[in-house]
């Protein structure tokens, strides 16, 4: 059996926990100079709280301990381990795993290993680990699931905004004085990701046209491939994320679409109201299909 691991970049949601059988491996939020296990001893609730009063929590990576256990587990259970872990560019957490991983195999060599880097997370890491479950449920083997997960991750787009530009300014990505002119003028950054990370593609004036841009990219961005899972992504934003998923089923009604919340990590950095927009470019030789 192949068991799959994800950690904080990748988000979760009822649908995931309730169909899959899964192993989450959670970074930390730290708070007041306090660090707290994501989802363990520190809830998304908690965090946006924290979060609304303006505050901006910091992160560290997955403790090799907390990987170390999981690996034992699922090793006495004769589970071999697919890691999809946060993007190496947000968190040392995949460099850690894979040298954990390379020493483990080497205790333990008749046990398939391999973690696998994201390059990227949240909704387009969501889609990513869901893949990767249904191969595993479907029973495909070892290799076909890394190699074809492998793959998934070089045709994810990323297509996301904030609702003001304070949480770019926090983490140091725009001036302050550029921040509060484009709050004033409703400026909406438009942000994707690439090879160093979260980048800001453009600053577009108003919601209404950065979902229009959003949803209009994400038609154009499939293709083809019409009949596949998209997933949206949020800070605390239900209503904008309920929003982008109306639009979506207008513009690609063959489509699937459901939502996520944007973990604890992650939303600490893209601040509260941040909603993405998440898909496969080209459709995989093994896709599977999500029957909610």
């Known amino acids: ?14 649908f995931m926990k309730k169909t899959y059988d899964y192993d989450f491996l959670p ?7 306090k660090d707290y296990l994501d989802q363990v001893e520190m809830s998304l609730e908690d965090v946006h709280s924290y979060m609304e009063q303006g505050n901006m929590p910091k992160t560290s990576q997955v403790s090799p301990k907390t990987i170390l256990d999981a690996l034992d587990a699922c090793r006495e259970r004769g589970e071999d381990v697919i890691y999809i872990s946060i993007y190496s560019q947000f968190s040392g957490t995949y460099q850690v795993a894979q040298t954990i ?6 205790k333990y060599p008749d046990m398939n290993l391999e973690v696998i880097d994201s390059k990227g997370g949240s909704g387009g890491g969501a889609l990513l680990a869901l893949q990767a479950m249904e191969m595993a449920r479907q029973n495909l083997d070892f290799e076909t699931v890394v190699e074809q997960t492998r793959q998934n991750t070089e045709h994810i787009q990323y297509h996301f905004t904030l609702n003001n530009l304070k949480w770019l300014v926090k983490g140091g990505r725009l001036p302050k004085a550029a921040g509060a002119a484009g709050d004033a003028l409703s400026i909406k950054p438009y942000l994707s990701v690439n090879e160093t990370g979260i ?9 209404d046209r950065i979902y229009k841009r959003m949803i209009k990219e994400t038609k154009k961005g499939v293709g083809s491939f019409t009949d ?9 934003d239900i209503e904008s994320a309920q929003l982008l998923e109306k639009m979506v089923r207008e513009a690609i009604p063959e489509a699937s679409v459901q939502i996520f919340d944007i973990g604890a990590v992650l939303a600490a950095h893209l601040g509260i109201g941040g909603v993405g927009v998440f898909y496969l470019d080209k459709k995989p030789a093994h896709y599977m299909y999500i029957e909610e």
Do not use: C, P
């Open 1 to 14: 059996m192949i068991k799959i691991l994800i950690d904080s970049g990748i988000d979760q949601n009822a």
């Open 199 to 207: 980048y800001l593609k453009k600053l577009v004036r108003g919601q």
């Open 101 to 106: 991983f390379e020493s483990y195999k080497e």
């Open 228 to 236: 596949q899972l998209i997933t949206i992504s949020h800070v605390n």
């Open 27 to 33: 970074l930390s939020v730290i708070i007041n100079e």
